[in-house]
């Protein structure tokens, strides 16, 4: 089920940004990337002076599964064993961090992302110019591939937001359907093999 879901979200980008003019459809891939830089670097800010302290996160720590450990790919995400030796209060409170920030940053990206399409939307409707045809092969497999991009993105971000519930005690069995699925394993295998092939080009 949920490799059906993942299917269908990543095709439904695709379909989405593929209609869209060239210039569009490059501009949906930089705003993917910056989306993601700017969460990367605005979420250890916005954890510390807004959820750090706060009762969201006191109940974070008192659910998180100390006996939780990463699950393949998702090892270099969220690492299983604290950097120093702490006691059991001190693990919870440096995962409960780690797995905010893994949420956070997923979530602040989609929101970037949807800001700038509310933006390109509006402007789309203020202008209101004409969608001229496009017959040039280079610019239809630019697009193509800027849509596959998309929704590549929307849906790994999917998956990673999925799997990192494992961590929180009752939000397992969501987690569970996202660790057996097909789309999971298969990344965990491309990725495993990774290394492999770095090894052998070099």
């Not at 009762?55 to 990463?70: C, D, P, R, V, Y």
């Not at 990206?109 to 789309?124: G, H, K, L, N, T």
């Amino acid at each position: 089920m949920i490799d059906l879901c993942l299917v269908a979200e990543a095709c439904w980008v695709w379909l989405w940004i593929r209609t869209k003019q060239t210039e569009q459809a490059l501009l949906y891939v930089a705003a993917i990337l910056t989306s993601m830089y700017v969460a990367v670097h605005l979420t250890p800010w916005f954890v510390r002076t807004f959820i750090e302290t706060g009762s969201a996160f006191s109940w974070l720590m008192q659910e998180i599964s100390l006996n939780t450990h990463a699950v393949g790919w998702m090892q270099h995400v969220v690492p299983s064993v604290p950097a120093s030796n702490a006691d059991a209060s001190s693990y919870s409170r440096w995962l409960s961090l780690q797995v905010l920030h893994v949420l956070i940053t997923i979530m602040m990206a989609w929101a970037v992302f949807m800001v700038f399409v509310a933006v390109d939307s509006v402007a789309e409707a203020i202008w209101d110019e004409p969608q001229h045809a496009q017959h040039l092969v280079g610019e239809q497999l630019l697009r193509n591939l800027a849509a596959a991009f998309a929704g590549l993105w929307v849906a790994a971000t999917t998956l990673c937001l999925l799997v990192t519930l494992d961590w929180i005690q009752p939000l397992q069995p969501i987690a569970k359907h996202a660790i057996d699925s097909l789309s999971y394993q298969g990344l965990d295998i491309l990725l495993r093999a990774l290394p492999g092939l770095r090894i052998m080009i070099s």
